[in-house]
Structures are given as structure tokens and as C-alpha cells.
């Protein structure tokens, strides 16, 4: 990708960018609605969902938005969602939290997904150590915090929405999920730029760079330990660390360190200008901005540039 | 307002920075982010400016002109002779929930006796605030002195980036340096006289901020964290060992303590403020200082080519 080298030079103020024109990549044109558009609904007994205004006077087959997002339509019903609205869960999605606060006495943590309310957690659906199926007892109670203490990061599957909204999360199924410890970062995006797939745990294309992409726009960005080790992770005392039992860091150069700010930058960067984040623009921002240093990919003139190439190539 | 992080990414942070000298979004130590800056705004306000850093800093900032005349002894010290600005700083409710209810009046308070304390000790930029002096008829050893009185209003739309003092020290210097203001001359009547606008297009100028300070901040990280975690023993005196400007709220988090110094163009100095609880030694303290004054010498310049920039690029548009 070409940069202009004249504008990239060192200029800290600079006019806001212009993201007009970036709208229409994120979907087709006539898949974006504002509120008061008008969204054509040709078939007989459509059924309005949120987002949707309609009122008997209308023609039957115009619709009116009354969000700014993507129409959704799932047979007859037709749905607007908000793109820079909250996550709105779904049973089945893998998801990135923060636990919010411990409650022993009700054997559950609360977890920060970005939704409209905390998710909750309880004892009973997480994977206890060694991998065994067996009662929660009330030593298990008392150390809830060594599972998860307030403000670890967690991976989690939405197992359960119940009817008052309450999100039910679980860490049981996978290897994979559970407590986020890998030496990581972790970035929050808008939920609604993320799309559903089914592998939400992906590597980035740089040797042992994953990335775990949280439906509800929370991503985490880590190295994976070897594949060997997968199910234990390998536990080392650093000096540094004083005590405190820690992964053990893998022996990385600084290129694998600009290597992680860059896919850190590539995600704020599609962010930023409004572009779906999967795993496949993730790896084309990181390998298009092979040429710039990373702290350059937040300046003006890489967002502009990247914005051309994305809308030309949609 | 800094967000909470959990016990991996501190240290990754603290990785990053001990083992390669790198910070997570990839800048160097000294490295400041880009700021998006749009002046002109608010068509009713005398002068406005918007600041967007990337990460989720939003400020608007506007200015409210005022005339105010006093008098003075003819031989009284140029140093009275001089304007006021007054500040207000308001974490937008609608804008976000976490501004929502008290909790951030504490900050909002800070915001102001910080702003405060830069721009009273700018003696220069007050002085240039004056708009007219005259000798009165009838008391010649009076001058009556006519200045501008600045009321600047920020509003904060956005405060998830980290290091939102320099965000708002950037939008008011912007937003007074946009201020229009009119000419002012002495109309003598048959009362004594007062002071008239002359509010031509041709007779309004621009106030002049070359003195006008701003604020530079840097972080000083430290792995005194690493220490909290153990119960038993006493945490030692941790010497911070790295100092970074413009922390994002990632590091403003996890910062000891930060140093906030608000510099003009010329390097001096007008206020330095420091918040953390965490020690720092003299000399870390004075080339934080050093570097930050430079830094804001640096922004200043910027600052000023680029609204010249806007300016033209306005003339040139109709």
C-alpha cells in the first residue's frame, strides 16, 4: 500500500478524518438504514422487530428505521441493528468478559460483555481444575477469587438468555475457554463491527499470534503457548514476578513484540474507520502495513490510505 | 477514566516496555498520539474548538468574550493591566454513562484550578488581553484600561483515551486562538466618554496566543504492582523507572503517578502538577519536567501552523 512519505511526517494536529465515505463498505448500501429511511419489505405479513417504525396509515410495504445500523432480515422479520449499540446475546456465542465482581455467597461472578446488563457466571458452569466432573463443594465457594478475581479477562459461551434478560455464561466446553492468562492485550471494539462465525479462537498469521475475537466486540490478542502444552499451561517462576505464579513468557524478539502492537493497531485501525474486524481483514491490515513501523498505523495518513483500498476493494 | 485491568495484561504492558521499549501501541517512550483538531464549531459561541484523540478523548471547548474596564494610577505597574479568563469544565452526561451522577466532579474541579493556575501564571497572554487604555479628562492621573474577559466553557464528550488533561488544554488554547473579537476605540461624548465596538469584519481580529500555555503529561511506570500482590512482606520503595508522555488509558492506569506541565512556545514554564500517590525522586522529577516543557514548545508551534493552515484554507474555499 502506498503512503504518501510527505504527509506521514510528524504532524501532531491534524483535520478529523473524513469517514463519509467509508459507510457503504461495511454492507451493501441498500442493507444501511438512518433512522427515517425507508426499508422496502415486499412480501405479505412482514414482521416488524426493533428498530422498526410502522404505523396503519403507512403503505404496507415500506418500513421506516428508526436506528442508524444494518437491516437484518431472518425469513419475515425484519430487524434494524445498531452498530454502535450494546451486544445483544445469542446462545451459542463465544464471548470475552470482565469479571465485574466475585459473590461467593451466591456462587456466582458477574461479567462485564458489553451488553445491556452484566452476564453472570455461576460455579456450576465452569471446568474445575484436573477436568473433573464432580459436586461444587463448599471449598470450591470459598475460592471462587483463585478461579477468577475481579478484572481477569475470561472466555465464555453464551449458554442461556433467560426470559428477564439475565445472560447465563459457561466456560465448560472447550480446552479453550475459561481464564484468559497467556501474556495478551486486550482491545474493545463496537460489537456491531464483529460478524458471527464459528471460529472465534483464530490465529493471525504470524507464528503463535492468536487472537480471540469476542462476538460482543471484546478481543483479546495473545501468544499461544506450544500446542503440546495446550491443556496445562506451562507454569514458571519469573524472577520479576516475586512469587506470583505466572505463565511462563515465551522467548520473544522485539520484532514478535512490534508484531503484537501491530495486530493490536490493525484492529483499532478497521475500528476506527468503521470496517468489519474477522480474522481475514485483521491479517490483511497486519500484512498491508508491513512497510510502516506500527505506532504509524493510527496516523491520518495510513487510515486514509487503508480506508481507499478497502473501499475499492468492497 | 482508566479502565481496570487484570493481573496478564499489566504485566504484558510492563513487558513490552522492560524488554523492547515499546509501549502497546507501538510508540516509543516520547512519542505523542495525533490529535484530530476542528476549530469553528459552535457558530454562536465567540470562538470554539473540538479535540479528538484516538482512543475515545472527545473535548469541546468554547469561549465567551466580555469587556470589563477599571482604572489605574498612570505610574501603576503594567503588570496590573491585564485581562482574565475563567474556566468551567463539565463531563457531558448524555455523552456517556460513567459522567453520569457526581462521580466525576472531583476531576471537574481538578480540570479547572489546573487551567486555572495555567493561564493566571501566563502574565504575557493577559497582557495582550488589554483592548484599549485612555487618560481620563477629567482625572489625569487615572488610566482607564479596557480588557477582554474570557469565559471558557469545556465540555467533555469522551474521556476513555487516557490523559485527558492535555485533550483539554489542546481544545482551550484552540478555541481561544479562534476567538474573534472586535475592535474597541474611545468615543468622547458629552458624559466623559466609553469605550465603542467597531464590529466591521475588516476591524476584527483574531486574540493573539502566542503566550498561551499548554499542558504536556507524562506517565512514570513502575513494576511496584508486582509487589501489591504479596501480603506478607512490606513493599519497598519502588523507583519508577520509565517515563512516558501522552499515556493512553491503558498506562495511565497502571502509572505510579503522572506529571501534567503546561509550557508556551517561548518554554516557560506556567504550572506543574503531579497526581499518584506513588514517590518520585528530584532529579526524575526535573527531566520529566524538562522533557515535557520542550514538548509543549513543540505542540504550540504545531498547534499554531496548523489553525494558520485552517485559516487559509478557509479564504481559499469561497
Redesign the interface.
Same mark, same amino acid.
Given at each position: 500500500m502506498e503512503v504518501d512519505s510527505e504527509s506521514s511526517s510528524c504532524?501532531?494536529?491534524?483535520?478529523?478524518?473524513n469517514l463519509e465515505r467509508s459507510v457503504p463498505a461495511i454492507l451493501p448500501a441498500s442493507a444501511l438504514v438512518l433512522p427515517g429511511d425507508a426499508i422496502h419489505a415486499p412480501e405479505q405479513n412482514t414482521l416488524r422487530g426493533h428498530g422498526i417504525s410502522w404505523t396503519l396509515n403507512d403503505d404496507p410495504t415500506v418500513l421506516r428505521a428508526t436506528l442508524a445500523g444494518a437491516v437484518e432480515r431472518i425469513n419475515k422479520l425484519v430487524t434494524v441493528r445498531s452498530w454502535r449499540g450494546r451486544y445483544i446475546p445469542n446462545v451459542g456465542d463465544v464471548v470475552v468478559g470482565?469479571i465485574v465482581q466475585v459473590l461467593p455467597a451466591s456462587r456466582r461472578w458477574k461479567v462485564d460483555i458489553q451488553a445491556r446488563q452484566d452476564a453472570v457466571l455461576t460455579l456450576f458452569a465452569i471446568r474445575l481444575p484436573g477436568a473433573v466432573q464432580r459436586r461444587r463443594t463448599r471449598e470450591d465457594e470459598l475460592n471462587m477469587r483463585s478461579f477468577y478475581a475481579?478484572?481477569?479477562?475470561i472466555a465464555a459461551e453464551v449458554q442461556e438468555v433467560k426470559a428477564d434478560g439475565t445472560i447465563m455464561l459457561h466456560t465448560r466446553l472447550e480446552d479453550k475457554l475459561g481464564k484468559?492468562?497467556?501474556?495478551?492485550? #486486550?482491545v474493545a471494539v463496537p460489537p456491531g463491527l464483529i460478524h458471527r462465525t464459528s471460529r472465534a479462537f483464530a490465529s493471525l498469521g504470524y507464528p503463535r499470534l492468536c487472537a480471540v475475537l469476542g462476538v460482543n466486540g471484546y478481543i483479546w490478542i495473545y501468544w499461544s503457548t506450544d500446542e503440546s502444552d495446550s491443556a496445562e499451561p506451562n507454569q514458571e517462576q519469573l524472577p520479576?514476578?516475586?512469587? !506470583?505464579k !505466572?505463565p511462563l !513468557?515465551p522467548a520473544?524478539t522485539?520484532s514478535d513484540?512490534?508484531a #503484537?502492537?501491530?495486530a493490536?493497531?490493525a484492529v483499532?485501525a478497521l475500528s476506527?474507520l468503521s470496517f468489519s474486524i474477522s480474522v481475514e481483514s485483521i491479517r490483511y491490515v497486519f500484512g498491508a502495513s508491513a512497510t510502516i513501523?506500527?505506532?504509524d498505523?493510527?496516523?491520518?495518513p495510513f487510515l486514509s490510505s487503508l480506508q481507499d483500498v478497502m473501499n475499492g476493494s468492497s | 477514566m482508566p479502565a481496570?485491568?487484570?493481573?496478564?495484561?499489566k504485566?504484558?504492558?510492563l513487558?513490552?516496555l522492560?524488554?523492547?521499549?515499546? %509501549?502497546?501501541?507501538? %510508540?516509543?517512550f516520547s512519542?505523542? %498520539?495525533?490529535?484530530? =483538531?476542528?476549530t469553528d464549531v459552535l457558530p454562536s459561541a465567540a470562538g470554539s474548538a473540538?479535540i479528538?484523540v484516538?482512543g475515545g478523548n472527545d473535548v469541546l471547548a468554547s469561549t465567551n468574550t466580555e469587556l470589563r474596564q477599571f482604572d489605574v494610577a498612570i505610574d501603576a505597574d503594567p503588570i496590573l493591566k491585564k485581562g482574565s479568563v475563567g474556566f468551567s469544565v463539565e463531563f457531558c452526561g448524555v455523552a456517556s454513562p460513567e459522567f453520569q451522577g457526581r462521580g466525576s466532579e472531583v476531576v471537574e474541579v481538578e480540570l479547572v484550578s489546573l487551567l486555572e493556575s495555567m493561564y493566571s501564571s501566563s502574565a504575557e497572554f493577559l497582557l495582550h488581553l488589554v483592548a484599549g487604555e485612555r487618560k481620563l479628562a477629567s482625572n489625569p492621573s487615572v488610566l482607564r484600561v479596557c480588557c477582554w474577559e474570557i469565559y471558557v466553557d469545556v465540555l467533555i464528550l469522551g474521556a476513555s483515551g487516557g490523559n485527558i488533561v492535555d485533550a483539554v488544554s489542546?481544545a482551550v488554547r484552540s478555541a481561544i486562538a479562534t476567538t474573534f473579537v472586535p475592535a474597541v476605540f474611545w468615543q468622547e461624548d458629552a458624559l466623559g466618554g466609553s469605550w465603542e465596538l467597531d464590529e466591521r469584519a475588516e476591524c476584527c481580529h483574531r486574540l493573539d496566543v502566542t503566550h498561551a500555555p499548554v499542558c504536556s503529561s507524562g506517565a512514570f511506570m513502575s513494576?511496584s504492582f508486582?509487589?501489591e500482590?504479596?501480603g506478607s512482606e512490606i513493599p519497598e520503595l519502588v523507583v519508577p523507572q520509565w517515563l512516558i508522555l501522552d499515556p493512553c488509558a491503558e498506562e495511565e492506569s497502571l502509572a505510579g503517578c503522572t506529571i501534567s506541565v503546561a509550557g508556551t512556545k517561548h518554554r516557560q514554564i506556567c504550572a506543574v502538577w503531579k497526581s499518584g500517590a506513588e514517590p518520585v525522586s528530584l532529579d526524575l522529577t526535573l527531566e520529566a519536567t524538562r522533557l515535557c516543557e520542550t514538548e509543549c514548545a =513543540?505542540?504550540c508551534d504545531?498547534?499554531d501552523?496548523?489553525l494558520v493552515d485552517?485559516d487559509r484554507s478557509d479564504l481559499d474555499e469561497p
Open positions: 504532524k501532531r494536529f491534524h483535520p478529523p478524518l470482565r475481579e478484572h481477569d479477562l484468559l492468562q497467556q501474556l495478551g492485550l #486486550f520479576q514476578s516475586r512469587g !506470583v !505466572v !513468557v520473544l522485539t513484540a512490534k #503484537f502492537c501491530r493490536r493497531n483499532l476506527m513501523e506500527p505506532r498505523m493510527l496516523e491520518p | 481496570d485491568l487484570s493481573h496478564v495484561e504485566r504484558n504492558i513487558w513490552l522492560r524488554e523492547h521499549g515499546v %509501549r502497546i501501541d507501538g %510508540r516509543s512519542q505523542t %498520539r495525533s490529535v484530530s =483538531l476542528q473540538r479528538l484516538r489542546y513494576e508486582l509487589a500482590r504479596i =513543540l505542540l504545531e498547534m501552523a496548523m485552517m
